[in-house]
C-alpha cells in the first residue's frame, strides 16, 4: 500500500494550496486518513483527520479544510491564509479503523500507513 501526496509547493503568506493523497493499492473508505507535518527541527505534529467527524489542530483550525472523495479514494487537505509557520513536509496518514476514540485522531502512532510527504513552503 503506498500514500502518494501531493500539491505543496512554494506560496506566499496568504495564499492558498490543496493537498492530495490518493492511496494505491488499497481502499480507506471506511477508515481514517489524515494529514501530519514536520516543520524542520521539530517533531511530526497532527494536522487535520476524519473519519467519525473531522479534527485539526487548532492552529489551523477555520484555514484548513478536510475532505474525502470516497469514489476516488482520495483525501484532501484544503489550506488557505497560509503563514509561515505552515511551513512543514506534510505527510498523509491513513488506517483500516474508523477511529472511535476522539485521542486516537491525533496520534501518529495510531495509523498504520503513511505517504512519503509533500513540502509546503509559505515565505513571508
Known amino acids: 500500500v503506498q500514500l502518494q501526496a501531493s500539491g505543496g509547493g512554494l506560496v506566499q503568506t496568504g495564499d492558498s494550496l490543496r493537498l492530495s493523497c490518493s492511496p494505491s493499492?488499497?481502499?480507506?473508505?471506511?477508515?481514517?486518513m489524515g494529514w501530519f507535518r514536520q516543520a524542520p527541527g521539530k517533531e511530526r505534529e497532527f494536522v487535520a483527520s476524519s473519519c467519525r467527524g473531522a479534527y485539526y489542530r487548532d492552529s489551523v483550525k477555520g484555514r484548513f479544510s478536510i475532505s474525502r472523495d470516497n469514489a476516488k479514494n482520495i483525501v484532501y487537505l484544503e489550506m488557505s491564509s497560509l503563514r509561515p509557520e505552515d511551513t512543514a513536509v506534510y505527510f498523509c496518514a491513513a488506517d483500516d479503523r474508523c477511529f472511535s476514540v476522539r485521542n486516537y485522531y491525533f496520534q501518529a502512532d495510531k495509523y498504520y500507513y503513511w505517504g512519503q510527504g509533500t513540502l509546503v513552503t509559505v515565505s513571508s
Open positions: 493499492g488499497h481502499t480507506f473508505s471506511r477508515g481514517t
